[in-house]
């Protein structure tokens, strides 16, 4: 069997009670480590999980599907997602596989980023399409994403902006020589996204939303340091949340009273989050 298992969003200990049965009786167990990262060292999994963990980069699971599920059809191999395993990350091409070669697939699901923003206090039920940002480069900045949240936004729903990871990437030239030599991780910061988001709209035009638009900063949710502010996307370029991972979450213009009374506990600034607020927010 090939369990799919999530682990969830913090360290160690936030894998599942049946997930961990699963991953103490696998033959081997793989660890998902480029579409998100666990706020924890890979040891420190293995030491609470009392086995090895093998690190499945994407060229691995891309290009080496059937290494990892080698012999599935005998013996059970347990492949760990952080998060969800299909939140906002897709195995269904590992799962396709599986089927193909007659391996049965089993997921055993944990909690999501798609679901923990609902920390912030925003009703998910409010929220439109989820977007990706990836890191600009002087002659890349793709824009594809600021049209879903123009739609997003047109019927007034919050957008969860989920930022770039990069790791194991490497340089042109290294690529270019065939260097396997790789660049240290990258993680985007809620300030990256903001000024990127506000670098679009001056390109685009369109008015999707502005300096003065109110967001929400979420960073290592579900860890004990867990941080978010709110303020506006102008306030947010200057905000430094610690540490990886962060996401954004873009107000929508229908939010609700109770929203507001409870991501005002955290605004950068009570003052500007109001004046900003008054200038359209709230209704439905
Ligand atoms: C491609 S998604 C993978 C989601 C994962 N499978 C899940 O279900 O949560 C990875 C992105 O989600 C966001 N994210 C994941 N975990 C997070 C956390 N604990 N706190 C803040 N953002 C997080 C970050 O923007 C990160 O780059």
């Known amino acids: 069997m090939l369990y ?8 160690e200990k936030d894998i599942t009670v049946r997930g ?14 480029y579409t998100s990262i666990l706020l924890v060292e890979k040891e420190k999994l ?29 013996v059970d191999v347990a492949f760990l997602v952080v998060g ?22 089993r997921t055993i699901p944990n909690a999501s980023i798609l679901s923990a923003i609902g920390c912030t206090g925003l009703q998910l039920y409010n929220f439109g399409q989820t977007v990706s940002m ?28 989920l930022l770039d990871i990069k790791v194991k990437e490497q340089s042109l030239e290294n690529m270019a020589r065939g260097r396997k030599i790789y660049e240290p991780p990258r993680y985007m910061t809620v300030a990256q996204c903001a ?20 967001a929400i900063g979420a960073a290592r949710v579900g860890a004990p340091d867990q941080k978010l502010v709110a303020g506006t996307l102008k306030e947010l370029a200057e905000v430094d949340m610690g540490r990886p991972l962060h996401s ?14 409870y ?12 004046a900003a607020w008054k200038q359209g927010y709230g209704h439905t």
């Open 84 to 105: 969800d395993p299909f939140g906002a990350t897709t195995h269904t091409d590992l799962v396709l596989r599986a089927r193909e070669l007659g391996i049965p697939t």
């Open 46 to 74: 293995e030491a609470y999980y009392g086995r090895p963990v093998i690190v499945a980069d994407r060229e691995l699971v891309e290009s080496g599907s059937d290494d990892i599920l080698e012999n599935a059809k005998d």
């Open 263 to 274: 991501i005002e506990q955290f605004a950068v600034n009570k003052e500007t989050f109001h």
């Open 20 to 33: 961990l049965e699963v991953v103490k009786s696998a033959s081997r167990v793989y660890l998902e480590a």
């Open 134 to 161: 990836v890191f600009f480069t002087e002659t890349w900045k793709p824009s594809s994403y600021y049209d879903r949240v123009k739609e997003n936004a047109q019927l007034g729903l919050h957008t969860l902006v």
């Open 195 to 214: 000024s990127q988001m506000l670098e679009t709209e001056e390109e685009r035009q369109e008015g999707v939303y502005g300096p003065d638009s109110l």
């Open 248 to 261: 954004l979450v873009l107000l929508g213009k229908r939010a609700h009273d109770l929203e507001r009374d």
């Open 4 to 11: 799919l298992v999530g682990l969830g969003l913090a360290d």
